[in-house]
C-alpha cells in the first residue's frame, strides 16, 4: 500500500506547481524530425554531445547549486539517493556517476563530468551503489528509503548479481538519464575495461542491453517527467549547453527502443513533456516482448490484485540460458516449486525437459479463497520450438505458444485462470523436450461489475495506467466523462484518488 500512496502523492505534488516557462528553443530539435530507431538516435546524439566539458573537480560541483537545489531551499542538496537533508557547504555528500565511469573504463571524457548524469548523493547511498546497474531488487541488504541495494529479479541485472533500485517516483527519473547517456554517448570504450561489466555497449543502437532498456521504458512511461525535472533541464543547459531530450519529449524514447521502433518521429505530432500513449500511432513492429492482453469477462472487469507467489529461480545458479551446454545440471527444487521433475539449473533461470523427455515443476498450495487467477511469467525455447507448454492451476489447463529461442531474450506471457478453486497448486510442464522458464508470478483478481468507472482506459482491468489515463486528461485539459471518474463533472485530483481507493479495496 505505501507504493499507492507514493504515486498519489507524486501526480499530487505535479499539480501543486506552476509550469516552467523556459523551453527548448523553437529549432533545437529540428534535425531529429521525420527520423525513426538507429538514425533518430544518431540524430538526437549530434545535437546533444555538443556541451561544454565542464572540469569534474571545479566546474562541476560549482554548478550543481544552481541546477540539484531543493525548491523553496537553494542551498539544500537535491539527492536522488538519499531522504537525508543538508547543504552544499557540507561533507556530506559526493558526485556521483548514475552509470559507473568504469563501464567505460574512466577515461576523461565528455561523459565523465556530464551535468545531468553525474550528480550529487549522500556518501554512504554512493558508496552502497557501488558501480552497480539499475534494476528491481528482489531480496535487498540496503535500503535508505531512497534507494535499495539487493539481488535482482530474473532476467535483471546483466552480467551482475547486485542492482541498485530507486523509489517508485524517482524510477522515471533515473530512466531518463540512462536513456541520454545510452544516445549522447554510445561511441565510448563502453566495456573496454575486462575487469568490470558494462550494461552499455559501444554501438550506435541499442546501447543498452535489451533488458536494461525493456526495464527503462516501463520504468520511464510509469513515472512521467515532473516538474522538478523541467527545471533541472533548464538550469542545465544555462551551466553545460545542452538538453535532455527525454524530458522534453518522452515520446522519444518509445520511438527508440519501443513499440514505435517502425515508425516517423514527428515533431508537428510531439508535444513537449508528453508520454506516447495507446491509440497514437499503429507500430507495424510488436516490442522485444510479448505481452498477452488478459481477456475480459463481458459481465464484469477484472481488478488485479495480491501477488500471490514470485519465483526467480535463484537457486539455479549454476549455468545459463544463452548455450546448449549451459544447463546441465539437475535442479532439485526450491520452497515454492519443491515438487519437480527433469529440470535443470540455467545461470537463474530454468530448463525444462531434455532431448528425451519432458520436464515439470509444480508449486505448494497457494494461500487463495478462490476465484481469478493471474499467471505471469517468461519463456523461451532450445535451439528451436521442440513444443508448447502447459500451464495448470486447479482443474484448469492453458496452452502457452512462444517463439523466442535460446538466443533470444525471454517472451513474457500473462496467462488468465477464470475459475480457480481454493487453495490450487501450478504446475508448468512442456508439451515435448526442452524449453526455459525465467520467472514465475502469481497474482489474485476479482471481476467488479462492467459499469465499475475506474476502468477509464476501458482495458477491463483497473490499475494504474487508468491514473495515467486521468493525468493525461487533466494536464491537457480535456474534459472526458470516461474520466471524471466521481461524477463531479471536473477531472482532478479527486478522480484519481477514487480509482486508487478502488485499487485498495482488493
Known amino acids: 500500500m505505501n507504493r499507492i500512496f507514493i504515486l498519489v502523492f507524486s501526480f499530487l505534488s505535479f499539480l501543486s506547481v506552476l509550469p516552467i516557462v523556459a523551453q527548448p528553443s523553437a529549432t533545437y530539435y529540428n534535425k531529429v524530425d521525420g527520423l525513426k530507431k538507429t538514425e533518430l538516435k544518431l540524430a538526437l546524439k549530434n545535437i546533444i554531445i555538443n556541451h561544454k566539458q565542464l572540469t569534474y573537480g ?32 557540507s561533507n556530506k555528500w ?117 533488458w536494461l532498456y525493456t526495464l527503462l521504458l516501463k520504468w520511464h512511461n510509469a513515472d512521467p517527467v515532473c516538474e522538478k525535472e523541467k527545471q533541472i533541464n533548464n538550469d542545465a543547459e544555462k551551466a553545460q549547453g545542452n538538453r535532455n531530450p527525454f524530458i522534453d519529449y518522452p515520446a522519444l524514447a518509445d520511438y527508440i527502443w519501443g513499440d514505435y521502433t517502425s515508425a516517423s518521429f514527428s515533431l508537428a505530432d510531439a508535444k513537449l513533456y508528453e508520454h506516447v500513449t495507446s491509440g497514437q500511432i499503429d507500430p507495424s513492429e510488436p516490442s522485444d516482448t510479448t505481452e498477452i492482453v488478459l ?10 490484485g495480491e501477488t500471490l507467489l514470485v519465483d526467480t529461480f535463484e537457486s539455479a545458479s549454476e549455468g545459463n540460458d544463452e548455450e546448449t551446454s549451459g544447463s546441465s545440471t539437475q535442479w532439485s527444487g526450491d520452497d515454492w516449486f519443491p515438487m519437480v521433475s527433469n529440470v535443470f539449473q540455467a545461470g537463474g533461470t530454468l530448463r525444462l525437459g531434455s532431448s528425451k523427455k519432458t520436464g515439470s515443476l509444480t508449486s505448494v498450495n497457494l494461500d487463495y479463497a478462490g476465484g481469478p487467477l493471474i499467471v505471469e511469467l517468461t519463456v523461451k525455447g532450445w535451439t528451436s520450438i521442440e513444443g508448447t507448454l502447459f500451464v495448470r492451476v486447479g482443474d484448469e489447463s492453458q496452452t502457452v505458444s512462444y517463439s523466442a529461442t535460446i538466443s533470444d531474450a525471454f517472451e513474457r506471457v500473462q496467462l488468465l485462470f477464470r475459475n480457480v478453486p481454493k487453495n490450487p497448486t501450478i504446475t508448468i510442464s512442456t508439451s515435448e523436450k526442452r524449453c526455459f522458464i525465467g520467472e514465475v508470478i502469481v497474482k489474485a ?12 482506459n476501458g482495458d477491463g482491468i483497473v490499475d494504474t495506467q487508468d491514473v495515467l489515463a486521468v493525468y493525461e486528461k487533466m494536464q491537457n485539459s480535456i474534459y472526458d466523462s470516461r474520466a471524471d471518474v466521481n461524477g463531479d463533472e471536473v477531472i482532478d485530483t479527486q478522480d484519481v484518488l477514487a480509482i486508487y481507493e478502488a485499487i485498495r479495496k482488493l
Not at 562541476?60 to 537553494?74: C, E, F, I, N
Open 58 to 89: 571545479s566546474e562541476l560541483p560549482a554548478a550543481y547549486p544552481s541546477v540539484y537545489y531543493m525548491d523553496g531551499q537553494p542551498s539544500m542538496v537535491y539527492d536522488l539517493f538519499s531522504t537525508e537533508t543538508y547543504d552544499y557547504s
Open 94 to 210: 559526493n558526485k556521483e556517476h548514475v552509470i559507473p565511469k568504469s563501464w567505460w573504463g574512466g577515461a576523461v571524457n565528455k561523459a565523465y563530468s556530464d551535468i545531468f548524469s553525474v550528480i550529487p548523493s549522500e556518501t554512504n547511498a554512493n558508496t552502497q551503489k557501488s558501480n552497480y546497474p539499475i534494476g528491481t531488487v528482489y531480496r535487498s541488504k540496503f535500503d535508505n528509503g531512497r534507494i535499495k541495494v539487493g539481488s535482482p529479479m530474473s532476467g535483471q541485472g546483466g552480467g551482475y548479481t547486485t542492482v541498485f533500485e530507486p523509489a517508485d517516483e524517482f524510477k522515471g527519473d533515473f530512466a531518463r538519464i540512462y536513456f541520454y547517456v545510452a544516445t549522447c554517448y554510445s561511441d565510448i570504450a563502453w566495456g573496454s575495461n575486462s575487469n568490470v561489466k558494462s550494461e552499455l555497449v559501444q554501438e550506435d543502437w541499442p546501447t543498452l542491453k535489451p
Open 295 to 304: 481477456p475480459v469477462d463481458t459481465t464484469g472487469v477484472l481488478i488485479v
Open 445 to 456: 483478481s476479482s471481476y467488479q461489475q462492467a459499469s465499475v468507472l475506474e476502468d477509464v
